[in-house]
Nanobody, 128 residues
Framework: QVQLVESGGGLVQAGGSLRLSCAAS????????MGWFRQAPGKEREFVASISRSGFSTYYADSMKGRFTISRDHAKNTLYLQMNSLEPEDTAVYYCAAEASKYPDAHGSSRSEGYDYWGQGTQVTVSS
């Protein structure tokens, strides 16, 4: 089992940047592919990005490509999401999630159903 705690959210102006962190408990962080999702008010949860166990393979939703970067630090048991050129449409609660995976270089699923554990979320608000 793994517990996930997000941090780093906040209020930022359009065009600004934020870096989200997701701290994972336990010594099994490297056995999970990881993902970031977000949910805006009145909308369904949306895939943002995912990364493989090894960290070598990443995958992004089209609207995030070139603006967001997912990464992980195994020494710190932490997942990151660097978000640049933020837009008001990026306002949402951002969640990290862990997917048990047999394959070191397979990025995590883009479907929320594929994940086994979720954090509580961190609010990101982008003002215009």
């Amino acid at each position: 089992q793994v517990q996930l705690v997000e941090s780093g959210g906040g209020l930022v102006q359009a065009g600004g940047s934020l870096r989200l962190s997701c701290a994972a408990s336990g010594r099994t962080f490297s056995t999970y592919a990881m993902g970031w999702f977000r949910q805006a008010p009145g909308k369904e949860r949306e895939f943002v990005a995912s990364i493989s166990r090894s960290g070598f393979s990443t995958y992004y939703a089209d609207s995030m490509k070139g603006r967001f970067t997912i990464s992980r630090d195994h020494a710190k048991n932490t997942l990151y999401l660097q978000m640049n050129s933020l837009e008001p449409e990026d306002t949402a609660v951002y969640y990290c999630a862990a997917e048990a995976s047999k394959y070191p270089d397979a990025h995590g699923s883009s479907r929320s159903e594929g994940y086994d554990y979720w954090g509580q979320g961190t609010q990101v608000t982008v003002s215009s």
